[in-house]
């Protein structure tokens, strides 16, 4: 019997402990050799040429003088990302070590993502990238295979075209039998109108897509593929890189708070867009972001729906609803010996549209009359906005973040679902034994209830997967607590509102 720390808590809870988002580390040797066997020697030797990084995880950095680095805006990216011991680091490269050491860490069951694999989707080669994804999750599929009572990997699905997502889905599911698929919710796309002056593509200016709000591609076929297969849709996307985070020197001040960044752009484009609306079923995980971010954008979402709903701009923001002639009166009146006096007709001609447009009120109601921001969700109310954001979405949080807790604050009714994200393999776990010691000191510190620990561990992530697909947990350690957990989640939602 195992007697580390999180061992120790295990021991004390009533329910199983599943890891939504543990991670291994891939040998490169291992990789491309299943590369090979999918694709060919040829796709290797494109692979070792040009990566799969690309530049936004700042490929070539250290070929570069400080001074090269600096004109380009070379991205520090990460270094040294991983645990120096021996035993750690061994089990996060060799799957069967992973299984052995799950009751030292105090974990039933454990989704295991990648971690040089979150990276295969910026390739911007097409054919590469598919090549790395099939080769990828073929690995992935291989060497889990024998432990599937207890872990689980997750596949690739890069979502960088609509196409080649649901070709790849389709295959790591109904083919190689993967229940798990992580994507890449932010893709970094150049400009189009930028090919007028640049004829590289490399080049360009880069903007983010987010898939679900105004992307150039139709997103809608890849939800209803997710949803059909029973497949969450979990995002991993990094932020690195981005504008703001391209530090030439300094990889902290690109990393800190890198996926919640990209979470909150890819979970607004989804509410905004409609997705959860149009997909009532379909479930969406934002993995190791935390919550403080999805707290910010809930609070955020009730606001501008309160001020920018079409109902609301109508009723107190239509430039046509002032009363010309009592502002008249009103502006007159205290504009004597001022700068105002004499332009108040002016003003009220070609100002009251917007106090940097210039136009009337008249020419800003014409100009945006059809405008509705949440034209694509059906909102007539909170609970309407509880239902299309908190129903759907799981935030995945690591055990030392005591931000967790805002999830669960009745006070301001975050009411939220976080899922324990171990980040096991990666540098900020130093011992991994540790982790659920760590997280169950948000109970121990009165941060959290028994109750709220039991959602956090187990209850949600249960729900975000075996919600979508009643047999993910079959044939596993935990698939009686789960089935029973699923069942007691259907019965509450039943009655609940909405």
Wanted: aromatic share 10%; hydrophobic share 40%; net charge negative.
């Amino acid at each position: 019997m195992s007697d580390t720390r999180s061992a120790r808590v295990r021991r004390r809870l009533s329910h199983p402990v599943v890891d939504a988002d543990g991670h291994w580390v891939e040998a490169q040797s291992v990789f491309q050799e299943y590369l090979g066997e999918v694709a060919g020697p040829g796709m290797v030797d494109k692979y070792r040429k040009n990566g799969a990084g690309g530049s936004l995880q700042g490929q070539g950095w250290y070929d570069l003088t400080p001074q090269e680095r600096a004109r380009r805006r070379m991205t520090r990216a990460a270094w040294w990302g991983h645990p120096a011991n021996a035993d750690a680091r061994s089990a996060a490269m060799m799957p069967a070590l992973f299984y052995e050491h799950l009751d030292d860490w105090g974990i039933d069951y454990a989704i295991v993502y990648p971690t040089m694999g979150l990276l295969l989707p910026n390739a911007r080669d097409d054919d590469l990238r598919q090549a790395l994804t099939r080769a990828y999750n073929t690995m992935a599929s291989d060497l889990f295979r024998p432990f599937a009572d207890r872990m689980t990997p997750a596949g690739l699905c890069a979502l960088n075209t609509p196409a080649a997502a649901i070709e790849e889905a389709e295959y790591a599911v109904k083919v190689l039998g993967l229940k798990v698929l992580v994507m890449n919710g932010a893709v970094p796309r150049a400009m189009t109108a930028d090919a007028d002056w640049q004829p590289d593509p490399a080049r360009r200016r880069v903007y983010i897509d987010c898939l679900a709000l105004d992307s150039p591609y139709d997103y809608e076929p890849v939800w209803a593929k997710f949803a059909a297969l029973k497949v969450a849709v979990t995002d991993h996307s990094l932020s690195n890189g981005w504008p703001d985070r391209n530090s030439p020197t300094n990889y902290v001040a690109n990393h800190i708070g890198h996926f919640a960044q990209s979470h909150h752009a890819f979970a607004r484009a989804l509410f905004l867009g409609g997705v959860t609306e149009r997909h009532p079923g379909l479930n969406f995980g934002f993995l190791e972001g935390g919550v403080g971010w999805a707290c910010s954008l809930y609070a955020d979402l009730f606001g501008h729906w309160n001020t920018r709903s079409k109902r609301s701009m109508d009723k107190y923001l239509k430039p046509t609803n002032i009363d010309q002639d009592e502002m008249r009166r009103l502006m007159t009146r205290h504009a004597k010996g001022t700068r105002f006096e004499g332009k108040i007709d002016e003003i009220l001609a070609h100002n009251l549209g917007g106090a940097s447009q210039s136009v009337s009120a008249e020419d800003a109601t014409r100009r945006d009359i059809d405008c509705d921001d949440f034209a694509a969700v059906k909102i007539d109310g909170p609970d309407d906005i509880r239902r299309l954001f908190a129903r759907n979405f799981y935030f995945g949080c690591e055990a030392d973040d005591p931000i967790t807790a805002w999830a669960f604050d009745t006070k301001v009714n975050t009411c939220i679902k976080p899922v324990l994200g171990s980040d096991i393999s990666h540098f900020d776990v130093i011992d991994p034994s540790a982790v659920l010691e760590e997280a169950w000191e948000l109970v121990e510190h009165g941060l959290i209830s028994d109750e709220n620990f039991r959602d956090f561990t187990f209850g949600n992530v249960v729900e975000m997967h075996g919600g979508m697909n009643p047999d993910f947990f079959r044939g596993t350690r935990v698939q009686d607590e789960a089935a029973r957990e699923l069942r007691r989640r259907t019965q509450t939602n039943a009655k609940a509102p909405g």
